[in-house]
């Protein structure tokens, strides 16, 4: 079974900065995907970013980075220029492949705050 | 576009009563559908997986008598949390998912639940 572990139960950063989070999975399979999705307090889940593990090329969407070491089974989250707004619970998930059933088997999760 | 709504979005009900929550997919139709609980500052656990017109996937330990799922259309599953306990508050959440797109997963709003 494949098992998503992100270590860190809380992180902070100050406004403008940048911070990294971080997660490790565990598979055996060939044909993944990787996702960081964010909750803020409203609960709902937002998808921030997606990683395609045949893709050597990191994930990029705009203030948000994926450094993918598949060798290594890592996958973490850089958030660069810091806003409020970016304050939440982040979760970093796996997929199996692109089946229908395909399920996301998610990581404990990491609350984010970020310092005005 | 891939909009998934739930309703309601937050309901109380008495010990030994029954509760429906609707998932909705909008704007697609959803080849899969997916239940969710989760606990306060805790991760998404996957309840359940269902296709239209077929009987629902239960995850080991999750009481399929108790979490009565009914996936009627490409566009609308049920799940029904029958005779309830306080020990089923929790916060459910769905998400629903559809070919041509990656399989990616839409996800609800989220439903909390209240059992009094």
């Known amino acids: 079974a494949q098992t998503v572990t992100q270590s860190q139960p809380e992180m902070s950063v100050q406004e403008a900065e940048t911070v990294t989070l971080s997660c490790t999975y565990d598979t055996s399979e060939s044909d993944y995907y990787l996702f960081w999705y964010k909750q803020p307090p409203s609960r709902q889940m937002i998808l921030v970013i997606r990683?395609?593990?045949?893709?050597?090329q990191n994930a990029t969407e705009n203030r948000f980075s994926v450094n993918f070491q598949k060798a290594a089974k890592s996958f973490s989250l850089k958030i660069s220029d810091s806003q409020l707004g970016d304050a939440a619970m982040y979760f970093c998930a796996y997929r199996s492949g692109s089946g229908a059933n395909s399920k996301l088997t998610f990581g404990k999760g990491i609350t984010l705050s970020v310092r005005p | 576009g891939a909009v998934v709504s739930q309703h309601p979005s937050w309901v109380i009900c008495k010990s030994g009563t029954s509760v429906k929550i609707e998932c909705r997919s909008l704007?697609?139709?959803?080849?899969?559908m997916f239940w969710y609980r989760q606990f306060p500052k805790q991760s998404l656990m996957l309840m359940a997986t269902s296709n239209e017109g077929s009987k629902a996937t239960y995850e080991q330990g999750v009481e399929k008598d108790k979490f009565l799922i009914n996936h009627a259309s490409l566009t609308l599953s049920t799940l029904t949390v029958t005779s309830a306990h306080p020990e089923d508050s929790s916060f459910y959440i769905c998400?629903?998912?559809?070919?041509?797109?990656?399989?990616?997963?839409?996800f609800g709003p989220g439903t909390r639940l209240t059992v009094t």
């Open positions: 704007d697609f139709q959803a080849t899969t």
């Open positions: 990683q395609e593990a045949y893709k050597q």
């Open positions: 998400s629903a998912s559809a070919s041509g797109s990656s399989y990616e997963q839409y």
